[in-house]
C-alpha cells in the first residue's frame, strides 16, 4: 500500500511542476498503453521483487500524473476569454461563500446562473469585488448618491453588473502567487460590481439543507460569525476570535499578523491541527465519561473534529489532521492497529485526491512537513517520558523541523517561536478554542468574552517580546542542494540517539541559516526589475553593497509595493540592509511602498526630489535631494545620477514627473538607465545636456510607456538593445501605448513587460549581460506564456 500511496502522490506532485499539459488525446492513449503493458508483464511471468515493486511504483505515479493533468485540464477550460475582460455583463448568481471584508469594501464568490449577453462565455465560479469609499461601486437605491454597501450572505442570489478579468498575479522573489491560489480555489475569472447597474437583490426561495449542504455550511459559519461581531464589537482581538471560529481572517489587522508570526504563533491564529486535534480529544473525554467505549471516544472524536473543520471553512491542515483521525478512527472500528507512517501516508494520499491543488499551498508542506518530522522524532522514544520532558523535545524537534521549510518558503525563522509556542499552544489550543466554540452557541457570549481576555494576556506576552533586541533571523532562500542537504541534516538530528553522527546533523541546518546571500562578482551588477503592478520598484546589488530604485505604488491604505513586494523580495535576495534608496519622486506608484520599507529594513541613506516635509525625508538620515551630477562608485560599479538639475528639484512648476531622479548604472561596459517618469520636456534637456550620456543597453522605459515620453529622439541617443516597460495588467492609463511600442519595435529594441515576464532579473558579469523574466524562468502550466520573452 505504501508504494501505491507515495507513487500516487509523486504523480500529482510532478503535474504540478510540469510547465505545460499533454493534450488530453494522446496522454489518454499513452496511459491505457502503458498501464496495460505493466499489468501484462506483472501477471505474465514471475519477476523480481524489487523489479516489481518499481514497475507498480511507476504505475501508480502515472496514474496520479494522468488524473490530476485531465482534471487541470478541464478547470483551466473554464477560464474567462480575452475576449470577455474588461466588457460589462449583466450575471445572475449565488453567493456560495462566507464574504471577506477588503479595504473599502467586500469579496465573495459568486456562482452563475445567468449572464447577459447570451453569447458571453463566463466562468461557473468567480471572485467578486464590492467596494465603496475610494472605489465607489454603488450607490443608495433610495437618493441614488450615497455611497452603501448592501449586506451580503451566503444562499443569496443576486443581478449584478460586473467586469472582469482572468486570473493575474505578481510574480516576484519570495512573493504570493495569486495565480496558484486561484487556480487552487477554482476561481477563473475575478472583477468588480460596477455602478449605475440594476444591482440588485433576486427574490428567492430558501433551498433545503440536503440540497445543498454546502450552502447550509456556510449560512451558517455566516450566522455565527455575525453573532460573534454582536457580542464582541469592537474590542482589539475581536478578528482573531472569529478567525478561531469560523476561519475568516480579513477582519485581523497587519500590524497584528506582523506580531503573530514575528513571534512564530501565526500557525495558532489560524486553523490548525493542532487545534482540531485538540478539541477531538476533548470532545472523546466528554464522550468517554458518558458512554465507556473505547469506539465511541474515537466516534466522537472524529465527529466533533469533522463538526469543526466544516465550521472553519475546511483548511489544508484542518483537511490533513481530519483525515488522521478518521483513517485512526476506522482502524480501531476494524481492530486493525496501523503504524504511524501509514496513516499520515493515507492522509497525504487522500488529501490529493480530492484537491491535487492543495500541494499550491504553503500550508500543505508546512502541516504534511512538520507532523511527519514530529513522528519521525517520536518514533525512537523508548520507555515512559515524562510529560515535561515530552513537551519539550516535541517543541524543540518541531522547531529544527520547519526551519528548512520556513526558510525556503518565507526566507526568516522566528527566534522567539520555541518560547512563545511553550506558553501559546496550551493557552491558545486549550483555553481560548473551547471558549470562543463554546461562546459561539446563542446564549453562550459570556464565554466568548471570556475567550477573548485570555487571549488578550497571551497577546499582551507576545507584544512585549516581540520588543527584545532580536526576534527574526533571515537568510537568503536556499539552493535546491543546501535544502536537500538541510533535510538530511534534520533526519540525522532527530534521529535515535545511538545514530552515529547524529548531532552532524546540526551542522546542514547552520549553513542554511548562516549561508551568505548570493552576490555579483566584483565589478558585476545584478539588477531586478520586480513585478509591483503599475509602478515601479528596482532593486541594484553589487558585490557588497544594495540599493533600491523607488518603492512601487500604494495597493490599499495597509497594502502597498513595500510590505507586499519589496520586502519579501529583499528577504528572499538575501539582503539585510540597505545602503541607499533612491525614491525618483512622489507620485505615488513610485513612492507608495517607501514608508513600509523603512519600517522594515534599515536604510543607510536616501536619494530623492521628495519635498522637505515628506514624512520620509525626516526618517532616514542622511536624506539629500537627487541633481545632475552625483557619483559614487560601488564595488568597482559606477553610479550617475543624470537629472534633474539642483535648481530643479523642488521647482514648483514643473511636473513631478520632470523632477524625477534619471540613473545610470555602469558595470563592465554595460549600462543599465532608469530614467523613472520623465517626460517629453526632460527627455529633451537630457538630450541637450549630452547626449552621449545617454547611451544605454537596457531602458526602463519612461513613465511605462506614456505617449508623453519615449521619444524618437531620446530612443535614438539611448539606442538599447533591451527596453522593459513595467506596467500593471490591463491598467486604466493603456500603458504602454501602441504608438510607444511602435517607435520600440521600428529600432529593433527586445522588448519586455513585466505584467507578462513578471520580475525581470539583469546580471552584467564578465562583460555579458543576461536577462531572464521570472515567468520564463520558473513556468507553470497554468500561466500564458509571455508574448515577449528573453
Known amino acids: 500500500m505504501r508504494i501505491v500511496l507515495s507513487g500516487f502522490v509523486a504523480g500529482v506532485l510532478l503535474l504540478q511542476c510540469s510547465p505545460v499539459l499533454l493534450p488530453w488525446g494522446p496522454l489518454l492513449a499513452w496511459i491505457l498503453l502503458l498501464q496495460g503493458g505493466l499489468w501484462w508483464a506483472l501477471k505474465r511471468r514471475p519477476l523480481p521483487s524489487a523489479l516489481r515493486l518499481t514497475l507498480v511504483l511507476f504505475s501508480a505515479t502515472l496514474l496520479g500524473y494522468a488524473t490530476t493533468s485531465l482534471r487541470a485540464q478541464w478547470r483551466l477550460s473554464d477560464t474567462l476569454p480575452h475576449a470577455w475582460e474588461g466588457r460589462d455583463l449583466t450575471l445572475e448568481g449565488r453567493i456560495t461563500e462566507l464574504p471577506e471584508a477588503v479595504p473599502n469594501g467586500v469579496r465573495f464568490t459568486f456562482a452563475i446562473t445567468a449572464h447577459q449577453p447570451a453569447e458571453a462565455v463566463v466562468p461557473h465560479r468567480l471572485s467578486l469585488g464590492w467596494f465603496v469609499g ?38 516576484n522573489p519570495g512573493g504570493f502567487d495569486m495565480e496558484a491560489w486561484s487556480l487552487a480555489q477554482g476561481i477563473r475569472a475575478s472583477g468588480s460590481v460596477q455602478p449605475g447597474g440594476d444591482n440588485r437583490r433576486l427574490a428567492d426561495s430558501p433551498v433545503p439543507w440536503w440540497q445543498a449542504p454546502g450552502l447550509f455550511i456556510e449560512s451558517a459559519r455566516d450566522e455565527v460569525r455575525s453573532r460573534m461581531q454582536s457580542v464582541l464589537g469592537e474590542r482589539r482581538w475581536s478578528g482573531v476570535m472569529v478567525a478561531l471560529v469560523v476561519g475568516d481572517q480579513s477582519l485581523i489587522r497587519q500590524d497584528d499578523w506582523q506580531l503573530f508570526w514575528r513571534t512564530g504563533v501565526g500557525h495558532l491564529i489560524s486553523i490548525s491541527g493542532l487545534h482540531i486535534t485538540m478539541l477531538a480529544g476533548l470532545v472523546a473525554k466528554l464522550a468517554g465519561w458518558l458512554w465507556p467505549s473505547v469506539r465511541v471516544r474515537w466516534v466522537a472524536g472524529f465527529l466533533g473534529a469533522f463538526a469543526y473543520a466544516l465550521l472553519s471553512g475546511f483548511s489544508v491542515p484542518t483537511q490533513r489532521t481530519l483525515y488522521m483521525i478518521g483513517v485512526v478512527t476506522l482502524s480501531r472500528f476494524r481492530d486493525v492497529p496501523l503504524a504511524a507512517s501509514p496513516v499520515l501516508l493515507l492522509a497525504l494520499a487522500t488529501a490529493v485526491a480530492i484537491d491535487p491543488w492543495a500541494p499550491l499551498a504553503v500550508g500543505f508542506w508546512l502541516s504534511f512537513g512538520a507532523v511527519a518530522a514530529l513522528m519521525y522524532a517520536g518514533a525512537h522514544s523508548v520507555g515512559r517520558v515524562g510529560a515535561l520532558k515530552a513537551a519539550i523535545h516535541t517543541q524543540w524537534s518541531a522547531t529544527w523541523a520547519l526551519v528548512p521549510l520556513l526558510l525556503l518558503l518565507f526566507g526568516q525563522v522566528s527566534l522567539l517561536s520555541p518560547l512563545a509556542n511553550a506558553f501559546a499552544i496550551p493557552v491558545v489550543s486549550l483555553g481560548v478554542v473551547p471558549l470562543a466554540l463554546l461562546g459561539a452557541i446563542p446564549g453562550l457570549g459570556w464565554s466568548l468574552v471570556a475567550a477573548h481576555q485570555l487571549f488578550a494576556v497571551c497577546a499582551s506576552a507576545l507584544q512585549q517580546m516581540v520588543q527584545w533586541p532580536v526576534t527574526v533571523w533571515s537568510a ?97 535576495l538575501g539582503v539585510d540592509r540597505l545602503d541607499g534608496l533612491i525614491v525618483s519622486h512622489s507620485d505615488t506608484d513610485h513612492s507608495g511602498g517607501a514608508l513600509s520599507l523603512q519600517q522594515g529594513i534599515p536604510i543607510g541613506w536616501l536619494l530623492s526630489s521628495l519635498e522637505p516635509a515628506h514624512p520620509l525625508v525626516a526618517r532616514i538620515s542622511p536624506s539629500m535631494p537627487c541633481y545632475a551630477g552625483q557619483t559614487w562608485a ?15 528639484v523642488w521647482d514648483e512648476q514643473r511636473k513631478t514627473n520632470d523632477r524625477g531622479c534619471v540613473l545610470r548604472v555602469s558595470a563592465e561596459g554595460q549600462r543599465l538607465l532608469l530614467p523613472a517618469d520623465i517626460e517629453a520636456l526632460s527627455e529633451a534637456e537630457l538630450l541637450e545636456r549630452g547626449p552621449q550620456e545617454l547611451a544605454a543597453e537596457v531602458l526602463i522605459a519612461p513613465h511605462h510607456g506614456s505617449k508623453t515620453s519615449s521619444t524618437p529622439q531620446f530612443l535614438d541617443a539611448v539606442s538599447p538593445q533591451w527596453a522593459i516597460f513595467t506596467v500593471g495588467y490591463r491598467n486604466h492609463f493603456g500603458h504602454p501605448k501602441p504608438e510607444v511600442m511602435a517607435r520600440y519595435q521600428e529600432r529593433n529594441i527586445r522588448l519586455l513587460r513585466t505584467d507578462e515576464t513578471g520580475a525581470v532579473a539583469l546580471s552584467v558579469e564578465k562583460n555579458r549581460l543576461t536577462v531572464t523574466g521570472a515567468r520564463a524562468r520558473f513556468p507553470h502550466y497554468w500561466e500564458e506564456a509571455p508574448t515577449l520573452i528573453p
Open 134 to 171: 475610494e472605489k465607489l461601486l454603488g450607490t443608495d437605491p433610495k437618493s441614488g448618491s450615497v455611497p452603501f454597501l448592501p449586506s451580503l450572505h451566503p444562499g443569496e442570489r443576486w443581478q449584478l453588473r460586473v467586469r472582469l478579468k482572468r486570473p493575474h498575479g505578481m510574480i
Open 476 to 572: 537568503p532562500t536556499p539552493t535546491p542542494a543546501a535544502f536537500l542537504a538541510g533535510l538530511v541534516g534534520l533526519l540525522f538530528l532527530l534521529g535515535p540517539r545511538g545514530l552515529p553522527g547524529r548531532q552532524v546533523g546540526s551542522v546542514p541546518l547552520l549553513v542554511l541559516l548562516l549561508m551568505p546571500a548570493p552576490r555579483p562578482e566584483w565589478g558585476g551588477v545584478w539588477m531586478d526589475v520586480l513585478d509591483v503592478g503599475q509602478g515601479l520598484a528596482v532593486v541594484v546589488r553589487t558585490r557588497n553593497h544594495a540599493l533600491v530604485y523607488d518603492t512601487g505604488p500604494r495597493y490599499s491604505a495597509d497594502n502597498d509595493g513595500g510590505s507586499r513586494v519589496l520586502l519579501p523580495a529583499l528577504r528572499a
Open 634 to 648: 560601488w564595488d568597482g560599479v559606477r553610479f550617475d545620477i543624470l537629472h534633474p538639475l539642483l535648481e530643479q
